[in-house]
Nanobody, 126 residues
Framework: QVQLVESGGGLVQAGGSLRLSCAAS????????MGWFRQAPGKEREFVAH????????KYADSVKGRFTISRDNAKSTVQLQMNALKPEDTAVYYC???????????????????WGQGTQVTVSS
């Protein structure tokens, strides 16, 4: 049974930092690309960041570029999202997701991903 478990969310003031982590189990982690998405109340789930199986190829949403950093540790089956210079508009539930690579769609598309975590709440106060 595949499980993705996010942690590290919380309440932070604008300008602050948080580090999210996602622990994967039940899958061969190194064979999956990983992504982070977020969903704010009343909005659609949106792409945040993607990292390839090896960690060499990384993509960010324009809204987080230069502030967020995605990384992975294949030995520990974890993927992280370091979030700096947080803004109130970053407030959302953040989800990690695993992509086995069977889709031809861009990794910015949610339906590319095969497995999802339950999410962790990030709240940025102004």
């Amino acid at each position: 049974q595949v499980q993705l478990v996010e942690s590290g969310g919380g309440l932070v003031q604008a300008g602050g930092s948080l580090r999210l982590s996602c622990a994967a189990s039940g899958l061969t982690f190194s064979t999956f690309a990983m992504g982070w998405f977020r969903q704010a109340p009343g909005k659609e789930r949106e792409f945040v960041a993607h990292i390839s199986r090896s960690g060499v190829t990384i993509k960010y949403a324009d809204s987080v570029k230069g502030r967020f950093t995605i990384s992975r540790d294949n030995a520990k089956s974890t993927v992280q999202l370091q979030m700096n210079a947080l803004k109130p508009e970053d407030t959302a539930v953040y989800y990690c997701a695993a992509d086995r690579g069977s889709s031809v769609l861009a990794p910015t598309t949610a339906r590319v991903y095969d497995y999802w975590g339950q999410g962790t709440q990030v709240t940025v106060s102004s």
